[in-house]
């Protein structure tokens, strides 16, 4: 997934392709970003189709973290919208067409169905959620994750979710920058393009974390 020349860059760079050599579950947190009906449901006004072919993936991991001890964090995307205006006006006044403006604001309203977790995704009793208002869920104001994972101790994050290159990579850097161990899970993310995908794995892996797959990931819990 990632390109060859990325690799050599970062063997390069500092030595060795992976930063971390082991995960203590107890002190981790898988984050699953946005995978909810407004992102998954087909049709959604913000659908990402390759977001259902990462469910089965995703399940597999969160039920390997809680078995080891760890956490699942399930952060889903909201926006206050009254009459077709919403508390991120710079987004859905400049980023947003006419058309999708009212069906984006209605579906990421608070209580709205757009909220729902994709019925597939399998949540349990003890796992978090919470909501945020940007694409970071570590950016200041947009949602409590911080403080809850400060609360439990936790300093490794597991990045899975949608999109791969703008909320998922947009909290991962966040993350890194608050330090925490990030890992993005290359196939528990998924992104509008195979191509959009690669280039943010990329980012994270040169300068933000760690990059790898839900094997990967289990093996070093």
């Not at 981790?28 to 049709?43: H, R, S």
């Not at 694409?135 to 101790?153: D, H, K, V």
Request: hydrophobic residues 40%.
């Amino acid at each position: 997934m990632i390109s060859e020349h990325i690799i050599e860059r970062v063997i390069k760079r500092r030595g060795r392709l992976h930063i971390f050599d082991t995960i203590e579950a107890r002190r981790t947190a898988l984050v699953v970003i946005d995978m909810q009906k407004t992102f998954c449901e087909p049709g959604a006004p913000a659908e990402v189709a390759s977001s259902r072919t990462i469910i089965g993936t995703i399940n597999r991991l969160a039920a390997a973290l809680r078995e080891a001890g760890g956490k699942v964090v399930w952060c889903t995307h909201a926006n206050v919208g009254v009459d077709d205006t919403s508390d991120w006006r710079n987004f859905f006044d400049h980023f947003v067409s006419d058309e999708l403006r009212s069906r984006t604001i209605e579906s990421l309203s608070p209580g709205g169905s757009g909220q729902d977790i994709w019925h597939e995704l399998k949540t349990h009793p003890e796992d978090i959620k919470l909501f945020k208002n940007r694409y970071s869920a570590l950016i200041p104001g947009s949602s409590q994750l911080e403080r809850i994972l400060r609360s439990l101790n936790i300093d490794t994050l597991l990045i899975a979710g949608t999109k791969t290159n703008i909320c998922c990579e947009s909290t991962a850097r966040d993350a890194m920058m608050l330090d925490f161990k990030v890992v993005m899970v290359s196939d528990a993310t998924a992104a509008l393009s195979p191509e959009e995908h690669r280039a943010a794995l990329e980012n994270v892996i040169q300068q933000f974390g760690d990059v790898m797959s839900t094997d990967e990931v289990i093996r070093l819990l």
